[in-house]
């Protein structure tokens, strides 16, 4: 008896003609009321405000229970604008002695190999340092060490992530003239296009948010003018998000309608990756604009167990050209490759790794593929993954 399908009942993944203006607008016009958040300073724009010492005052008079915080911290970036500031949050001479390091490392990274830009950015207009985390534990230890100290950094990934969380760092900056950035959401599944999110069912939508935590700490004033980060406080909210923000309904409702805070030295910005945002033109004709750009990421995102996808792979790739000689149809080996190379981009060493035309890098399940559809020997794939391998290495 075949099953008779439910119209009313909505399919398991999200479609583009899922994706209603009107729908979103329904979400924005509910606003941010204050009065949900009664340890913030204020409410501008839309965004909530917390003052950093205010908030270590309230902290140490409550024991060092933040529970009530956290639990305000929460509502913010799930039910309420998506995004707090915590003004004052780091220590001026903190920030100049990293910035030091980051200037540094930026210089020595062209001398040995040319300028970097970002996935938006042109290399010259904005400078970039990948994996920059490592690669100020290497150069300054000490600053490093102030530096992640930070109370506040520690209060909002636990609040958001648990415990067990990491951080990844990447400094970005932007001198004047420099493009801003088409509106998009974050990792993970902002880092795909249209139709590789359209994949991912429904619930994946709505988990990939709560995976990761994105961040930004100025290391300068950073005036509007400068082109700090463009944002439209709660459109997280909106499930079918990561089809809608290709859309041009959407693309043009946000050019009109987004919020942007200026920010001071010091000040420290998180937001649910899943709201959208662009960072904006910088229109100065004297400022750089320095960030770093913090992406926090869950404990769980990862298998049970470790698995060598490298020799997993050399092992079964004479196996899958004997079957594919002999007719195994091409979805059946697609399966095999599925089950055993390595399927996601992530993390990489982006460096060396990097995008060519997309938001990720080919991944090693990408190469399998190529191979076998091309018919590359063993010798071939071997070579091509000891590369992929070293590509993705951080030193």
Same mark, same amino acid.
């Given at each position: 008896?075949?099953?008779?399908?439910?119209?009313?009942?909505?399919?398991?993944?999200?479609?583009?003609?899922?994706?209603?203006?009107?729908?979103?607008?329904?979400?924005?016009?509910?606003?941010?009321?204050?009065?949900?958040?009664?340890?913030? !300073?204020? &409410? =501008? /724009?839309?965004?909530? %405000?917390?003052?950093?010492?205010?908030?270590?005052?309230?902290?140490?008079?409550?024991?060092?229970?933040? =529970?009530?915080?956290?639990?305000?911290?929460?509502?913010?970036?799930?039910?309420?604008?998506?995004? &707090?500031?915590?003004?004052?949050?780091?220590?001026?001479?903190?920030?100049?002695?990293?910035?030091?390091?980051?200037?540094? %490392?930026?210089?020595?990274?062209? %001398?040995?190999?040319?300028?970097?830009?970002?996935?938006?950015?042109?290399?010259?207009?904005?400078?970039?340092?990948?994996?920059?985390? =490592?690669?100020?534990?290497?150069?300054?230890?000490?600053?490093? &060490?102030?530096?992640?100290?930070?109370?506040?950094?520690?209060? !909002?990934?636990?609040?958001?992530?648990?415990?067990?969380?990491?951080?990844?760092?990447? $400094?970005?900056?932007?001198?004047?003239?420099?493009?801003?950035?088409?509106?998009?959401?974050?990792?993970?599944?902002?880092?795909?296009?249209?139709?590789?999110?359209?994949?991912?069912?429904?619930?994946?939508?709505?988990?990939?948010?709560?995976?990761?935590?994105?961040?930004? %700490?100025?290391?300068?004033?950073?005036?509007?003018?400068?082109?700090?980060?463009?944002?439209?406080?709660?459109?997280?909210?909106?499930?079918?998000?990561?089809?809608?923000?290709?859309?041009?309904?959407?693309?043009?409702?946000?050019?009109?309608?987004?919020? /942007?805070?200026?920010?001071?030295?010091?000040?420290?910005?998180?937001?649910?990756?899943?709201?959208?945002?662009?960072?904006?033109?910088?229109?100065?004709?004297?400022? /750089?604009?320095?960030?770093?750009?913090? /992406?926090?990421?869950?404990?769980?995102?990862?298998?049970?167990?470790?698995?060598?996808?490298?020799?997993?792979?050399?092992?079964?790739?004479?196996?899958?050209?004997?079957?594919?000689?002999?007719?195994? $149809?091409?979805?059946?080996?697609?399966? &095999?490759?599925?089950?055993?190379? =390595?399927?996601?981009?992530?993390?990489?060493?982006?460096?060396?790794?990097?995008?060519?035309?997309?938001?990720?890098?080919?991944?090693?399940?990408?190469?399998?593929?190529?191979?076998?559809?091309?018919?590359?020997?063993?010798?071939?794939?071997?070579?091509?993954?000891?590369?992929?391998?070293?590509?993705?290495?951080?030193?």
């Amino acid at each position: 008896m075949t099953p008779r399908s439910d119209p009313t009942r909505p399919t398991s993944r999200f479609r583009a003609q899922d994706c209603r203006l009107e729908d979103l607008l329904e979400i924005l016009a509910h606003g941010t009321d204050a009065g949900e958040y009664p340890h913030a !300073a204020r &409410v =501008e /724009q839309g965004v909530v %405000i917390y003052d950093a010492a205010e908030l270590r005052a309230v902290v140490d008079a409550a024991g060092h229970d933040t =529970e009530a915080i956290e639990t305000e911290l929460v509502h913010a970036w799930s039910e309420g604008p998506g995004i &707090v500031v915590f003004t004052g949050a780091f220590e001026p001479a903190v920030l100049d002695r990293v910035t030091e390091a980051f200037d540094l %490392i930026i210089t020595e990274e062209k %001398i040995a190999g040319g300028a970097r830009g970002d996935h938006f950015g042109k290399p010259g207009m904005n400078d970039r340092i990948w994996n920059a985390q =490592e690669k100020l534990a290497i150069a300054d230890p000490a600053a490093y &060490v102030d530096y992640y100290s930070n109370d506040l950094v520690a209060l !909002a990934s636990r609040a958001w992530l648990g415990p067990g969380y990491q951080v990844t760092a990447q $400094p970005n900056i932007v001198r004047p003239g420099a493009q801003g950035q088409t509106v998009h959401r974050d990792y993970h599944l902002g880092f795909m296009d249209d139709s590789q999110a359209a994949a991912y069912p429904r619930h994946a939508h709505a988990l990939s948010p709560v995976l990761t935590l994105q961040g930004a %700490i100025a290391h300068v004033d950073m005036p509007v003018e400068s082109g700090p980060t463009l944002y439209l406080p709660h459109s997280q909210k909106y499930g079918p998000g990561y089809l809608a923000y290709w859309l041009p309904e959407f693309q043009n409702y946000f050019l009109a309608h987004h919020v /942007q805070l200026a920010l001071g030295k010091g000040d420290l910005v998180f937001f649910n990756p899943a709201l959208f945002h662009a960072a904006g033109f910088n229109t100065s004709t004297d400022i /750089q604009r320095v960030a770093n750009l913090l /992406q926090v990421s869950s404990a769980f995102g990862r298998a049970m167990e470790a698995v060598d996808r490298d020799r997993l792979v050399r092992a079964i790739y004479p196996a899958l050209l004997s079957r594919k000689a002999s007719g195994m $149809p091409e979805e059946r080996l697609d399966n &095999v490759v599925a089950a055993s190379a =390595e399927g996601y981009a992530f993390p990489t060493n982006l460096d060396r790794d990097q995008p060519v035309g997309s938001m990720a890098p080919p991944t090693q399940a990408d190469l399998v593929r190529a191979a076998l559809a091309d018919g590359w020997n063993v010798d071939r794939l071997g070579s091509a993954l000891t590369a992929h391998t070293e590509r993705r290495a951080t030193h």
